[in-house]
């Protein structure tokens, strides 16, 4: 996983237009309108979830004025989703830049699910149950149950602060990507 000790080999998978920002600019950052169009009418759950992360990253890296959103970014080759007519990327990115976390936990938040211990995340799903919520949606997209959210969306802080992390299961993230960072490019 590392390049150097200031650098960390990762992976993405990117497209076109992303490709050809990077050679024309060379940097890219994400819009949030690229949410809007990606994923229609679920955006809100992608943008509830990115909310938070963008909220707690800030508080972690700097994020440049031109960044509205994350870039995605992996360890292990074999997590990143590879698009047909996308460009995979091996990158050569400065630890400093990038923030760690385990993919399984940000896959709960992306769920909007509670984020804890095996034992916490029972005791939440059981207080929803004892109240009759069925669905964590119901606590995230109506206004009547402020505290459950509140609870909700605290224990997604908990992303940060896995160490140890599997090479398998690592995902980061970086307010851009740059152009120097670019080792090898394979065309999907």
Not at 4 to 11: R, T
Not at 41 to 51: C, D, M, R
Not at 99 to 122: A, T
């Amino acid at each position: 996983m590392r390049d150097n000790s200031a650098n960390v080999i990762m992976w993405t998978s990117k497209e076109d237009i992303v490709i050809e920002t990077l050679e024309r600019d060379g940097v890219s950052f994400v819009k949030k309108e690229y949410i809007d169009k990606k994923y229609g009418e679920t955006a809100w759950i992608f943008k509830t979830a990115y909310s938070f992360f963008c909220k707690e990253a800030e508080k972690r890296i700097p994020k440049p004025e031109q960044a509205e959103s994350p870039i995605w970014i992996f360890a292990d080759e074999e997590a990143v989703f590879k698009s047909t007519g996308n460009t995979l990327l091996k990158l050569s990115v400065p630890k400093e830049e990038i923030i760690f976390f385990d993919l399984r936990d940000w896959n709960k938040i992306l769920n909007l699910c509670f984020l804890g211990s095996e034992e916490e995340e029972n005791e939440f799903r059981n207080k929803l149950k004892s109240q009759g919520i069925k669905d964590n949606l119901d606590i995230i997209n109506t206004p009547f149950y402020p505290l459950l959210k509140k609870e909700l969306m605290d224990s997604w802080k908990q992303l940060f602060a896995r160490r140890n992390l599997c090479k398998k299961y690592t995902e980061g993230a970086v307010w851009q990507l740059k152009k120097e960072w670019v080792r090898e490019k394979y065309i999907l």
